[in-house]
């Protein structure tokens, strides 16, 4: 046994005999944390979130706290676990309730603490809630008692029979560690007062709780990247001079990974100059007004809102407003968040385009923070063995730019990308009471927080992400909110008001519009920009304007979708079918097979095809380029989309990002804000050659035949209406009363006028004084069933409230709930993910190796159960713990039980 051994280990290799130093370990810690602390936006946040100036002496204390982050490892039964297997004394233990032992200074380790060098210092008792937090460094409080026994010295194992006997003395090992600690950050231990601190400073760190909280994802964001070999080498004995190696590394690190941003300011101040910055970024010659609005906001405008239409290039002007806060340091990052993983894989791509714009081709990259991914600007990875990622550009590309992908190698360090682009669900989960919640949020402080079709959210979901803003405006930090459909009074709630306007007074309201707020604290009066959307010459989306010739159906069988749809193709139209549910599209892409139709639907490896969420990722991607070639004219308008009629039938999937230009839109009956982006799809581009008959963009909506009346009890119908389950309502569009007022629109509207007629259709459907004047016209029944429906909300907004992040209380006083797994659910995630034995080729012929189900499918589904995949003809049987599924160019269908 090497004799270094007896020395306390803080990491082991994957070979026998490779350890690190505890000292070394905890000094790699505290190093990254001082690297990162330096950052001036990290800094930043910190002292917004303190409320006060943080001293010297305040940051040094931390970075001792930091430092012992790991104390618990001192511990003999963790020691054992470096032993070999068959000489390790039992229990083993970890180190987490020995730190808390050790740190909180219980009794029962007196003779250890004294030796750390803990016993003298009287501002230790006062950091309890920094201690806690730098114990919480695995991604969640503590929910452990301190460890009472086991702080004895215990003998080593001998390497051989005649080797000489020693033990490890936990004390001795303690003596080290403390002797380390005092040498290596000596101006946390100084006397007297701080001379550089004013008068009216606390000596120590500020105990405002977000400061704790805040602090506890900086310690956790350091410990991930303390423990990187590839950073930290291993030195298993003890040097007094270790610290300098330990800085040096992380000022790399910390460089190599790009939370330092610095280098990066100077290539983008070009995009950020006012004159020439957007056509520099876009290719546009000019801003649209709404777009110059939003970059022109000074940097203390910290919550900005964009309302503008589908196409208006919402997605530009957000990169442009990052440009300008970034250029300026006001902002390290850009996180987009978008309601759907299909909408964040093709923006992805554009954001990646203008970044390369911005910083140029080896600048930042965007990462697709979405799990099961692995995907840097066009870079994509393979997982390995012991958390390792191959890249398939990894022979072309230097040390530091693989590097630089460290954040997207994990689901949980997305948000420390300079740039992701992912789900709204992975930056909500900084406001959850779930694992690593303090680490996305600290590592979201930094950047822009730009949340797209911020009107999806559900109230559950709303009121997460109310919670998500109000840590991260407690930061310091900035968002951007963008929608093309907000209503106002979902406006007026967003921007910290209390009193909504008036049925009149929301229509006199502008649009587009931007709208800023200064102080979130404070939540000073929101400022309204107003830009006047003046045409433009050219292709130019952003200021086009539409009229729409809207026919309202009654009857929306498969055979009426697929009649309309078949009707128009084969006129020559391009044609967009976008049903409410999987079930109804499956049904509609077949109706139109069996009509004779299947020539004129989507086609992809030599056969008919269809767009929803139920595809395996390769899938996906494959139909994502399948259908903008099929619809839309591309970046070269000489060669324009394919001639003839053509029909691409799908879900939601098909409203948001995708670059799609249809003639004629056939949609299933929805809420207003969901029509209208539906109806964003038709007529994109100008300059497109369209059939006869089709050069005015045309929607036919389907809608019951009955009417929404009998849905007010509680029936389920191709989306529409609440179904009972488990005591509960749930469905896709649940408020009647909006379809109706939708529904009303379009019979009575055969013209819409895109976006002159954006505000008055909105408002028109969802603000509550429509709402109630139809509940006077209709009766006592839509009222009762609304008021449920509110009724089951308020339940949601209750259950979000429970299990928020309690930042307005000291670190440590609230445990997380048991059930991380039904917190992730209600925010839509999905449900099992079914990895294959090995990638099998699927039904368009893509090798594919993984399945991913509805959540609802996966309930009471074993994820650990083995998954067998056989091919059944051209599509493939897959099953898992006893369930069949069938894969095919239909998508996942449930087939039942073995």
């Known amino acids: 046994m090497d004799g270094n051994q007896r020395y306390p280990w803080g990491k082991l290799g994957e070979l026998p005999g490779e350890s690190h130093h505890l000292a070394h370990h905890c000094a790699d810690v505290a190093a990254c944390f001082e690297a990162i602390i330096a950052l001036p936006t990290i800094r930043a946040r910190m002292v917004a979130a303190a409320g006060v100036p943080l001293t010297p002496r305040s940051l040094a204390r931390l970075a001792v706290i930091v430092f012992l982050h790991d104390a618990g490892k001192l511990h003999s039964g963790f020691q054992a676990k470096g032993w070999p297997p068959d000489r390790r004394p039992a229990p083993l233990h970890g180190h987490l309730a020995e730190g808390l032992a050790l740190l909180m200074r219980a009794e029962a380790a007196i003779h250890i603490w004294r030796p750390l060098g803990l016993s003298e210092l009287d501002w230790w008792d006062d950091l309890q809630p920094f201690i806690l937090a730098s114990l919480a460094h695995h991604g969640r409080p503590l929910e452990v008692s301190p460890m009472a026994g086991g702080w004895t010295a215990v003998p080593l194992p001998a390497a051989t029979p005649d080797s000489a006997s020693a033990s490890y003395d936990p004390a001795d090992a303690a003596r080290i560690l403390g002797a380390a600690m005092r040498a290596w950050f000596p101006d946390a231990f100084a006397e007297g007062p701080d001379p550089d601190s004013p008068a009216d400073i606390p000596d120590g760190p500020p105990l405002a709780p977000r400061f704790q909280h805040l602090f506890a994802g900086l310690v956790a964001l350091s410990d991930w990247l303390g423990s990187d070999r590839d950073f930290f080498p291993f030195e298993p004995a003890f040097r007094d001079g270790y610290i300098h190696a330990a800085r040096a590394r992380a000022a790399r690190a910390v460089a190599a990974i790009r939370l330092d941003v610095e280098a990066m300011r100077r290539p983008a101040a070009s995009a950020a100059q006012p004159s020439t910055g957007f056509t520099a970024l876009t290719g546009f010659a000019a801003p649209a007004p709404h777009q110059q609005a939003v970059a022109e906001l000074p940097a203390d405008r910290r919550l900005v809102i964009l309302e503008a239409e589908t196409g208006a290039g919402k997605t530009e002007a957000a990169v442009w407003r990052f440009a300008r806060l970034f250029a300026a340091g006001a902002v ?130 709303g009121e997460i992400l109310a919670k998500l803003l109000d840590i991260h405006f407690g930061a310091g930090g900035h968002a951007l909110l963008m929608s093309a459909t907000l209503g106002s009074w979902a406006r007026t709630r967003w921007l910290g008001g209390r009193q909504a306007p008036d049925f009149a007074a929301a229509l006199a309201v502008p649009y587009p519009a931007v709208w800023s707020v200064r102080d979130m604290r404070g939540r000073s009066k929101a400022a309204c920009v107003a830009p006047t959307a003046a045409p433009t010459a050219g292709d130019d989306p952003r200021a086009r304007r539409k009229s729409v010739a809207m026919t309202l159906a009654p009857g929306w069988s498969a055979q009426e979708a697929a009649e309309r749809a078949l009707a128009a ?234 299990v928020v992040l309690p930042v307005h209380r000291s670190f440590g006083e609230d445990r997380f709930p048991g059930d991380e797994a039904a917190i992730r659910t209600r925010l839509g995630a999905e449900g099992a993910r079914l990895a294959f034995p090995a990638p099998v080729a699927g039904p368009f012929g893509h090798p594919i190796s993984v399945l991913t189900l509805p959540a609802h499918w996966s309930r009471g589904l074993d994820p650990t159960a083995p998954v067998t995949v056989e091919r059944a003809g051209d599509a493939l049987r897959v099953c898992v713990d006893g369930r069949r599924f069938r894969y095919d160019r239909r998508g996942v269908v449930k087939e039942g039980r073995k």
């Not at 819409?752 to 009766?779: C, K, M």
Request: charged fraction near 25%; charge should be negative; proline fraction near 4%.
């Open 332 to 461: 390290d990052g850009l996180y987009f968040a978008l309601p759907t993983r299909s909408a964040a894989l093709q923006i992805q791509g554009r954001v990646n385009r203008l970044l390369e714009r911005l910083t140029g081709p080896d600048g930042l990259k965007a990462v697709l923070a979405v799990p099961g991914y692995l995907k840097v600007g066009d870079a994509v990875g393979m997982a390995l063995p012991h958390w390792r990622v191959r890249w398939d550009d990894e022979g072309e590309r230097a040390e530091d730019e693989l590097a630089a992908r460290w954040a997207a190698e994990s689901a949980r360090r997305f948000l420390a990308a300079p740039v992701a682009v992912g789900t709204v669900d992975q930056a909500m989960l900084a406001a959850l009471q779930v694992k690593h919640a303090h680490l996305r949020g600290a590592c979201l402080s930094r950047s822009l927080l730009v949340v797209d079709e911020v009107h999806a959210s559900d109230r559950y979901m």
């Open 569 to 802: 193709a084969r006129s020559g139209a391009k044609v967009l079918v976008v049903r409410n549910t999987v079930t109804a599209a499956v049904a509609t892409w077949e109706a139109v097979r069996a009509a004779g139709g299947e020539g004129l639907l989507l086609q992809l490896a030599g056969g008919p095809a269809l767009h929803h969420g139920r595809f395996a990722a390769e899938d996906r991607a494959a139909l994502d380029r399948a259908v903008e070639a099929a619809l839309s004219p591309g970046s070269d308008r000489s060669t324009g989309r394919p001639g003839g009629g053509m029909i691409v039938i799908g879900t939601q999937t098909l409203e948001q990002s995708l670059d799609i230009d249809a003639d004629h839109l056939v949609t299933d009956l929805c809420p207003i804000d969901v029509l209208l982006q539906r109806l964003g799809r038709l007529h994109r581009h100008a300059g497109v050659v369209r059939a006869s008959g089709f050069t005015t963009p045309s929607c036919t909506v389907l809608a019951p035949d009955d009417g929404l009346e009998p849905l007010l009890a509680p029936r389920f119908d191709n989306g529409l209406g609440a179904f009972a389950a488990d005591r509960s309502l749930s469905g896709v569009y649940m408020d009647l009363s909006v379809l109706e007022l939708t529904r009303r629109l379009v019979a009575g509207r055969p013209t819409w006028t895109i976006p002159d007629d954006n505000r008055l259709l909105v408002e028109s459907a969802l603000h509550e004084d429509r709402i109630e004047d139809l509940h006077a016209e209709l009766g006592g029944g839509w009222r009762a069933y609304r008021d449920g429906l509110l009724g089951k909300t308020d339940a949601e907004a209750q259950a979000a409230h429970g």
